[in-house]
């Protein structure tokens, strides 16, 4: 079946540096691949998508590319601020409304 | 956008009593909705698909008697847990997706369950 595989962390960055969350994924097809975010206390919140392949979505400074190739939709930032501590989801569909998420990371950024 | 909410946020239960968790399209209408249970420093684990007017569709593994599930309107579904056990405790989280489809999906803010 589906499956994503991602960076656990946890990480903990100082502000300003540079994130990369590797994410990898197994399917059949052609699925769409996203980026789900949760911060302390709230629900996850979708931060980017792309729903084919060499797409690349971004939101709040945040990319990811969509690799057909390498089967692979990693998430960078070039420089991260205190405010995007959060746990990260890979997630992708494989046609359907069902989501399928890597384990998330947990990022901690630090003044 | 697009808002969804879960009632309650955290409940705590005795072992062998039920608990009900809604979970609300607060502006939009929603005739799928989506269960997940996340485990500490886990996944989001599908459980069960809420369908509006038919029967939920639960995945494999998922004890359809112990997790009832009803959608009873276009805005809301219920997580029923029967007959907790401590092994239930978990974060049970709802989603539902985008009107605009697209795949997106709009999560509520999950209920923390603790059965003693």
């Known amino acids: 079946g589906d499956s994503v595989t991602q960076m656990e962390g946890p990480v903990t960055l100082s502000e300003e540096a540079f994130l990369t969350i590797n994410c990898t994924y197994t399917a059949t097809g052609y699925p769409s691949l996203f980026w789900y975010v949760q911060y302390p206390g709230e629900g996850l919140q979708l931060l980017l998508k792309a729903t084919k392949a060499d797409d690349k979505g971004s939101n709040k400074g945040f990319e990811a590319t969509y690799r057909k190739e390498t089967t692979s939709f990693h998430l960078e930032k070039g420089s991260v601020q205190v405010s995007d501590s959060a746990v990260y989801f890979c997630a992708l569909s494989g046609g359907s409304e069902k989501l399928v998420f890597g384990k998330g990371m947990k990022l901690t950024v630090n003044p | 956008g697009a808002v969804v909410s879960q009632h309650p946020s955290w409940v705590i239960c005795k072992s062998g009593t039920s608990v009900k968790i809604e979970c609300r399209s607060l502006?939009?209408?929603?005739?799928?909705m989506f269960w997940y249970r996340q485990f500490p420093k886990q996944s989001l684990m599908l459980m069960a698909t809420s369908n509006e007017g038919s029967k939920a569709t639960y995945e494999q593994g998922v004890e359809k008697d112990k997790f009832l599930i009803n959608h009873a309107s276009l805005t809301l579904s219920t997580l029923t847990v029967t007959s907790a056990h401590p092994e239930d405790s978990s974060f049970y989280i709802c989603?539902?997706?985008?009107?605009?489809?697209?795949?997106?999906?709009?999560f509520g803010p999950g209920t923390r369950l603790t059965v003693t």
């Open positions: 502006d939009f209408q929603a005739t799928t």
């Open positions: 989603s539902a997706p985008h009107p605009g489809g697209g795949y997106e999906q709009y």
